[in-house]
């Protein structure tokens, strides 16, 4: 009886429905939350209409953290939330999307996100004291902060991973590596060290939910952002990897420049001679949606080297050995064929090398291919 009046009453004026029977205010109310369920029934309602918070709020950081470490982790998460709500409302600034117009020295081009990006984490560091030096995808060289004993942080970023993204409204990311100093060390090379000495690292995935997973070598956990608080609250802890999984992501239009190794190894997937069971294919374009992927399926991400890239794409510092951690953390595993990824020492801040991140088992087997190829 309800649910026809208050469809009936939404062709009349709130004068016309308040003075035809008593208890307008209850009625104005009921109207108000039919309309709500329609609403949300169509996906319209906002988050505040629609949302139920999972029980289990911690948010992030945890607690038990160190101090500064907490710190630190903090402001790079309120830095991600900035950038998510840029994210979320590019396509209404003409200052947001597009080129910014300068190649990085990666030698490609930069969009106006990711040089935005880079500004929003710069600038919250720099009000930190215990960090170092920052070195970042965008940036040249490191940039260094503070030479003093308790600028301990080295902290190591893509701002936004993914750009291929950022003008179709794709998922794009942030993924960040946290190193300490080492005794002594000149702050503006003290970042050159294997990706075992991270302290932390983490990724934000800017997709439908904007979500956050992070290790500081204790699991791997999972946050999501809550819109109406702008937390990041508690949504899977101890992450676990799948030792095998259903997908296999690669940008296959390479497929022909790969090492033979590498070619072998997708044949071994997409017809199921290498783990067993045929894979399908995933690839987003973006690592860090591909990687979030793998890491909740299972399966596995290959960027090998190519003609054009034969060190491979994807960069040490920033983009292999923060996901490595939290793959390892998570059960997983990642090598560049032959080393594994943390074990790898790096030479300069913006090296590259061939990635092959996911499950245990398919990583393996990649792993053997190359090795008895070699
Ligand atoms: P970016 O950091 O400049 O965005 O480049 C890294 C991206 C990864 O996110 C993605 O996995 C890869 O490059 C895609 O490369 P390609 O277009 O060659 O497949
Ligand atoms: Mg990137």
């Not at 029977?21 to 209850?26: D, I």
């Amino acid at each position: 009886m309800y649910g026809y009046r208050a469809e009936r009453d939404q062709g009349r004026s709130s004068d016309e429905r308040s003075s035809s029977s008593g208890g307008a205010e209850r009625r104005r109310t009921f109207v108000f939350r039919t309309r709500s369920v329609h609403r949300a029934k169509r996906g319209l309602c906002d988050a505040a209409t629609t949302q139920t918070i999972l029980p289990k709020m911690t948010k992030f950081p945890p607690t038990t953290l160190d101090v500064p470490l907490r710190e630190l982790l903090r402001t790079l998460a309120q830095a991600c939330v900035q950038i998510a709500a840029k994210l979320r409302t590019a396509g209404l600034s003409t200052d947001v999307l597009g080129a910014a117009g300068d190649i990085n020295i990666q030698g490609e081009q930069q969009q106006k996100l990711d040089v935005l990006a880079n500004n929003i984490l710069t600038d919250a560091l720099r009000s930190l004291a215990s960090v170092a030096a920052i070195v970042s995808e965008e940036d040249d060289e490191p940039i260094v902060l503070s030479e003093s004993d308790t600028a301990k942080y080295l902290v190591i970023f893509d701002p936004l991973d993914g750009s291929s993204n950022i003008d179709i409204n794709g998922p794009t990311g942030t993924i960040i590596s946290i190193m300490e100093r080492k005794s002594g060390a000149p702050a503006k090379t003290a970042s050159l060290q294997c990706g075992s000495q991270q302290v932390a690292a983490m990724y934000v995935l800017y997709g439908p939910s904007t979500v956050l997973v992070y290790t500081t070598g204790e699991g791997a956990h999972g946050y999501t952002l809550d819109p109406v608080s702008g937390e990041f609250l508690l949504s899977s802890s101890n992450m676990q990897m799948p030792e095998s999984g259903p997908y296999y992501s690669t940008n296959e239009s390479n497929l022909s420049e790969y090492p033979v190794a590498f070619q072998k190894a997708i044949e071994g997937f997409r017809t199921g001679t290498l783990t067993g069971t045929k894979l399908g294919a995933r690839y987003i374009g973006a690592l860090v949606a591909d990687f979030h992927r793998t890491l909740l399926k299972g399966g596995i991400y290959l960027y090998p080297p190519t003609k054009k890239t034969p060190h491979g794409k994807l960069r040490l510092l920033y983009e292999a050995n923060p996901l490595a951690l939290i793959a390892h953390e998570a059960g997983g595993a990642a090598t560049n064929g032959a080393t594994d990824i943390l074990n790898i020492d790096p030479e300069i801040p913006h090296q590259r090398v061939p990635l092959v991140i996911g499950s245990k088992n398919a990583v393996e087997a990649v792993r053997t291919l190359v090795k008895a190829d070699a």
